[in-house]
């Protein structure tokens, strides 16, 4: 049985964690695109003030773990900080990250925290719906978070159209569940997320606000973070989900990836039946 993908078949996402990353290093390059979360950002204190800082420390960050898990090259297209507007509206632009040079097999968006800190506390913009967006041109696309998700998957598939996606819910934690004004938001924009498999073609949700444990749990807290944010455990703890998350879905679908081989190329093999090929679906 050693060749069967899924010996279990009722197995859930996150049952088994791979510390390898077990079949997403089939993708040789993947891009992050997030805030905090991405950018292995750890919590100081200021010595003087006793106020927190805050450290982008990316050789931390769960896609480095998770690059030297699979042996893939991994980008960082984050920031502390980041949300889906922001990202949007210049800061892809000035670093280069639409560049054909860092262009990937495949992206993980794991945005949303500050887009709902944003939304509920003024700054930003309305969650919206994946009602909002265009699959074939975002430039129709309000200016909602979910209409800045499907701008950015949008101009990404122009550039890599047979990349796979990776979006990835808000996980849950503490804030939620003491304010339910802020959990209406979270569940509103991961109900969005949810749905984007649904317009664009190679997309599977990374639903861990689903099938991860509360970020608030009191074994979590104690083992995995470091003031608001993760310690080099948690990120590497994260590393595992994704990189687990997304060996789950290939095994449960292998024929969607027989041809990730030929990302970025001309090639394609049109005789094999059990696979899809990457402008098909």
């Known amino acids: 049985m050693i060749f069967d993908p899924c010996p279990d078949k009722n197995e859930k996402p996150l049952d088994r964690l791979d510390p390898t990353g077990g079949f997403s290093a089939i993708f040789r390059t993947i891009g992050c695109i997030g805030d905090s979360l991405s950018s292995g950002e750890f919590e100081g204190t200021d010595p003087e003030t006793g106020g927190k800082t805050y450290h982008d420390t990316f050789e931390y960050s769960w896609g ?3 690059g030297r898990m699979t042996g893939s090259k991994v980008w960082n297209f984050s920031r502390g900080g980041m ?3 922001e990202y949007w509206n210049g800061f892809a632009e000035r670093h280069g990250f639409w560049g054909n040079d860092k262009l990937c097999d495949a992206y993980i968006i794991a945005l949303g ?3 709902v800190n944003k939304a509920l506390w003024g700054g930003g913009v309305g969650i919206g719906s994946a009602d ?15 209409g800045y998700y499907g701008k950015i998957i949008t101009r990404l598939r122009q550039s890599r159209p ?6 990835v819910t808000v996980p849950r934690d503490h804030r939620g569940s003491t304010n339910p004004a802020r959990q209406a938001l979270e569940d509103q924009l991961n109900e969005g997320i949810r749905r984007l498999p649904d317009l664009f073609p190679r997309t599977y949700v990374l639903d861990i606000a689903r099938y991860a ?6 074994v979590f807290v104690r083992s995995y973070q470091l003031g608001g944010h993760l310690n080099p455990m948690g990120y590497l703890l994260f590393a595992r989900m994704i990189g687990s998350y997304i060996d789950y879905i ?4 292998m ?15 049109t005789k094999d039946t059990g696979a899809y090929l990457p402008d098909e679906k």
């Open 132 to 146: 909002d967006i265009d699959p074939t041109n975002g430039e129709n696309n309000p200016e909602t978070v979910l």
């Open 64 to 66: 480095q773990f998770l």
């Open 213 to 218: 444990p509360p970020f608030d749990e009191d």
């Open 113 to 115: 925290v500050n887009d």
């Open 83 to 85: 949300s889906a507007r």
């Open 250 to 253: 290939i095994r449960h679908n």
């Open 255 to 269: 024929s969607d990836f027989k041809q990730v081989g030929f990302i970025g190329t001309p090639w394609r093999n």
């Open 162 to 167: 047979d990349a796979f996606f990776f979006p």
